[in-house]
Nanobody, 117 residues
């Protein structure tokens, strides 16, 4: 349902963009977002966007990451600027939030590794 791309290795201070493509139904009817997971740590909701365009960011990424959507392509993006080593994680695209605390959603992508060195 959600297909991610764009992960990889990046130097601290560089930039990287993650993409997540989904169906028209999910894209138009649900809020979407990105969370990240580091082994041994709780997952962290990095950013979310409602289908009306309201965005939210974790304090840890505010001013560095930007979430956006391309309605024509049914694609969600996460632009990662000035990444830090602590941003290293597996990033998951999610859609259709049931709750934020705890983080519960209906759809999730396969995850993409981001490594900042």
């Amino acid at each position: 349902q959600l297909v991610e791309s764009g992960g990889g290795s990046v130097r601290a201070g560089g930039s990287l963009r993650l993409s997540c493509t989904t169906s028209r139904y999910i894209f138009s009817s649900c809020g979407m977002g990105w969370y990240r997971q580091v082994p041994g740590r709780e997952r962290e909701l990095v950013s979310s966007i409602t289908n009306s365009g309201t965005t939210r960011y974790a304090d840890s990424v505010k001013g560095r990451f930007t979430i956006s959507q391309d309605n024509a392509k049914n694609t969600l993006y996460l632009q990662m600027d000035s990444p830090k080593r602590e941003d290293t994680a597996v990033y998951y695209c999610v859609a259709c939030f049931v709750s934020f605390i705890p983080l519960v959603f209906r759809y999730r992508g396969q995850g993409t590794q981001v490594t900042v060195s």
